[in-house]
């Protein structure tokens, strides 16, 4: 999937993905990380997600990265956060209050970028990626990661030959491909929300679940 994918969707504000609303299993699992107070949480793939403002107001220092500039700036002014914009290697970094985006490619982090991280939130970000990009997601945040941090994981699943992504279909036997080398994987919940998406039924999709893990190295 090339950067311009993404570019052009948020040019066209073709961004169903965005929630208004926060995530309930952010609000319902988060806990369940026990992650130490004050840590740094890394939120890969951010979009202009109100999710950050959740973890934020946890006492946690957030850290995003997000291609888009639109959409990095969508977020600052949306939540009325006067940032402050510097260049950060390959990104501008844009700060204000505790919550830091790195507009660029999540492929150009280092592990210099992440080494404060001690949580990720991955919601709509690893299924944002085709099948051999999610190899080398989930390969290059493993790479750059501090060892000790834990993650909560929202997937999507459903029968990929139903409809092309994104969001992509992945699986649990996918999930432990990618990350059991270093996470223990523990799933959380899954439930069918096909009823409440309707423009997925529209594509041809039959079933649709969502699925939430917990990732403890
Ligand atoms: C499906 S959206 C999910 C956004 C967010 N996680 C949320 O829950 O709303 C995927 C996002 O990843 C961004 N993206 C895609 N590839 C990227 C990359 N290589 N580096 C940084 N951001 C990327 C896109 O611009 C898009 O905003």
Redesign the pocket.
């Known amino acids: 999937m090339k950067a311009e994918f ?1 570019l052009e969707r ?1 040019q066209r504000k073709e961004i169903g ?3 208004d609303e926060i995530n309930a299993h952010l609000q319902e699992y988060w806990g369940g990380l026990q992650l130490p107070a004050g840590g740094e949480v890394f939120v890969p ?3 202009k ?1 109100r999710d950050m403002l959740w973890l934020r107001a946890q006492g946690h220092r957030v850290l995003g ?4 500039p639109l ?1 990095v700036e969508d977020f600052f002014l949306e939540n009325e956060l006067k940032p402050q914009v510097r260049s950060h290697g390959a990104f501008d970094s844009w700060s204000c209050d505790g919550v830091t985006l790195l507009c660029g ?3 150009e982090l280092t592990a210099d970028d992440l080494k404060h991280v001690t949580g990720i939130y991955d ?3 690893l299924v ?1 990626l085709p099948p051999e990009m999610r190899a080398q997601y989930a390969g290059h945040l493993q790479r750059i990661l501090p060892e000790h941090a834990p993650m909560l994981l929202v997937t999507m699943d459903y029968a990929q030959a139903e409809m092309s992504g ?2 992509f279909a992945v699986g649990a036997t996918e999930v432990r491909e990618l990350y059991a080398a270093h996470y223990g994987i523990e799933p959380l919940y899954t439930h069918d929300v096909l009823a409440e998406n309707p423009r997925f039924r529209e594509r041809g999709v039959t079933r649709l679940d969502e699925v939430v893990y917990r990732l403890r190295p």
């Open positions: 993404w948020w993905f965005h929630q793939l951010c979009g997600s990265v997000e291609l888009s959409a490619d999540f492929f919601r709509a970000s944002a994104p969001p």
